[in-house]
């Protein structure tokens, strides 16, 4: 059974940046697809953006131009690199895989 794990949220300025990683353990998610989902105070979780097991990439308009997907199947990895961020991206963010999400990190942008 896999299970995700996130970290590097926080609380960040209008115009700067956070790094948010997940790693998987249970499964080797060179395999399999994997994306980044947030859900906002209020509102419907939301996927943010995905990265194939074929290395293809897509995102939510809201945050194309500004975030990068990645993923190190060799540390069992994947990354979200947030630039530029603006308040209306606050929300807990999710790791996805496969139906398996997980527990979710916090990313305020306030000043």
């Known amino acids: 059974q896999v299970q995700l794990v996130e970290s590097g949220g926080g609380l960040v300025q209008p115009g700067g940046s956070l790094t948010l990683s997940c790693v998987a353990s249970?499964?080797?998610?060179?395999?399999?697809?994997m994306g980044w989902h947030r859900q906002a105070p209020g509102k419907q979780r939301e996927l943010v953006a995905t990265?194939?097991?074929?290395?293809?990439?897509k995102y939510a308009d809201s945050v194309k131009g500004r975030f990068t997907i990645s993923r190190d199947n060799t540390k069992n990895t994947v990354y979200l690199q947030m630039n530029s961020l603006k308040p209306e991206d606050t929300a807990v963010y999710y790791c996805?895989?496969?139906?398996?999400w997980g527990q979710g990190t916090q990313v305020t942008v306030s000043s």
């Open positions: 990265a194939t097991s074929g290395g293809t990439t």
């Open positions: 996805w895989t496969g139906g398996t």
């Open positions: 249970g499964r080797f998610i060179r395999f399999y697809d």
